[in-house]
Nanobody, 127 residues
Framework: QMQLVESGGGLVQPGGSLRLSCTSS????????VGWFRQAPGKEREGLSF????????TYQDSVKGRFTISRDNAKNTVYLQMNNLNFEDTAIYYC????????????????????WGQGIQVTVSS
């Protein structure tokens, strides 16, 4: 069984940065594609960024392209989401998710693609 835990959230001013981490306990993240999602108050959960099991392939949604960077360190069993130039609309609960992936793909972009989820972590952008 895989358990995912997010960390690194918190309160940040507009224009600031945060780095979220997603660490797996139990099963290794090797050969698992990972995605970051978020859910803002009153809105549906949306996919943000996705990374293949090797890290060679990444995908970003337009809302975060150029501001967010996804990466992974399989030796540390961790996937990161570097978030720069944050704005009020980035306030949400952020989730990481993982799925088995024999192929080195990063195009798993919807919730139903994923088998394992973290509990979520709050990111608040406020002045």
């Amino acid at each position: 069984q895989m358990q995912l835990v997010e960390s690194g959230g918190g309160l940040v001013q507009p224009g600031g940065s945060l780095r979220l981490s997603c660490t797996s306990s139990g099963l290794s993240l090797d050969y698992h594609a990972v995605g970051w999602f978020r859910q803002a108050p009153g809105k549906e959960r949306e996919g943000l960024s996705f990374i293949s099991h090797s890290g060679a392939s990444t995908t970003y949604q337009d809302s975060v392209k150029g501001r967010f960077t996804i990466s992974r360190d399989n030796a540390k069993n961790t996937v990161y989401l570097q978030m720069n130039n944050l704005n009020f609309e980035d306030t949400a609960i952020y989730y990481c998710a993982a799925r088995d992936s024999a192929g080195d793909y990063s195009d798993y972009e919807v919730e139903s693609d994923y088998d394992y989820w973290g509990q979520g972590i709050q990111v608040t952008v406020s002045s």
